[in-house]
């Protein structure tokens, strides 16, 4: 699933291609065809990216509201828009762009009231300017749950995932099984830190890297990484391998019902 970082990057694609234009909307699948017709012929104001969920809203107070889940995915164009292939749910044109969505998990519209209920129900977003990591530590303080669970949970931290949360802990050098409340108030502090950091520098480049300078390949010699994902990690996806940082060999476990990955030595319990 696209972390937070990718629908922030959509969100602002969007605005690019969209922002104070009138839009046609369509669903040539069918399944939105009610929705498109309510939004067909409305401006496009604004975008924006609330942790994995990204919001169009349109005059006059209409919010385009989509989660694509697993297997959702927005492809876009200039100029008229290929026959539709595919299951498309929704097709938004202008005289100039179009944008294609597949697949998503959410595709529905809200009114003011319900967008403010989404807020309501998901934590502090890291990219987001208006967070505030107080509220999650709340939680996460008073919690017993595994910390790395506790930050796979959105309504403790909104937009992260497996990839930033596994990887901000190795940094952070706490186990993923490390009970909410035992974390401080300092480990906290900079952990956020750390992933409004990874996070910001994840949107900027579309991937997710992780390693400091001194454990990337050229430094130390090695292969890059090859992986679907793509970017240079610590410990996602390299179970059985040797940590960059110790040597030791990095671990999997089930946590949350997800696989998590950590190297013992240098996360101890
Ligand atoms: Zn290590």
């Known amino acids: 699933m696209p972390e937070g970082h990718t629908i922030h990057r959509l969100a602002a694609r969007h605005a690019e291609l969209f922002a104070g234009d009138k839009l046609l909307a369509t669903s040539p ?24 969920h990204l919001l169009h809203h349109y005059s006059p107070g ?30 938004l044109t202008s005289d100039r762009h179009w ?15 319900e967008v ?7 934590g502090p977003d890291p990219l987001r300017d208006d967070a505030d990591p107080a509220r999650a530590y709340a ?21 992260t995932g497996l990839i930033f949360v596994t990887e901000a802990l190795f940094r952070a050098g706490l186990p993923p099984t490390l009970p909410g409340r035992k974390l401080t108030p300092t480990a ?3 952990l956020w830190a750390d992933l409004v950091d990874l996070m910001g520098v994840a949107v900027t480049v579309g991937r997710i890297d992780t390693v400091r300078p001194a454990h990337l390949p050229e430094a130390m010699g090695r292969a890059p990484r090859v992986d679907r994902h ?7 996806r390299r179970p059985d391998a040797p940590c960059h940082v110790c040597g ?6 089930d946590l949350a019902g997800r696989n998590f990955y950590w190297c013992p030595s240098c996360q101890p319990v």
């Open 230 to 236: 793509g970017g240079e990690v610590y410990v996602y």
């Open 188 to 190: 906290w502090r900079n």
């Open 116 to 122: 403010q209920a989404l807020r309501d129900r998901l």
């Open 29 to 52: 699948q069918g399944r939105f065809a009610e929705g498109a017709a309510r939004l067909s012929g409305a401006v496009l104001d604004c975008t924006e990216a609330y942790g994995k």
């Open 99 to 113: 944008l294609d969505l597949r697949g998503p998990t959410a595709c529905e519209l809200l009114d003011p009231p």
């Open 62 to 91: 209409l919010t385009l509201h989509v989660h694509l889940g697993l297997y959702g995915k927005f492809t876009d164009g200039s100029g008229e828009p290929p026959p539709p292939v595919g299951q498309v749910r929704l097709r």
């Open 139 to 159: 939680r996460i303080s008073r919690s017993p749950t595994p910390l790395g669970a506790l930050l796979l949970d959105q309504s403790v931290v909104a937009g």
């Open 248 to 253: 030791t060999t990095i671990l999997r476990g």
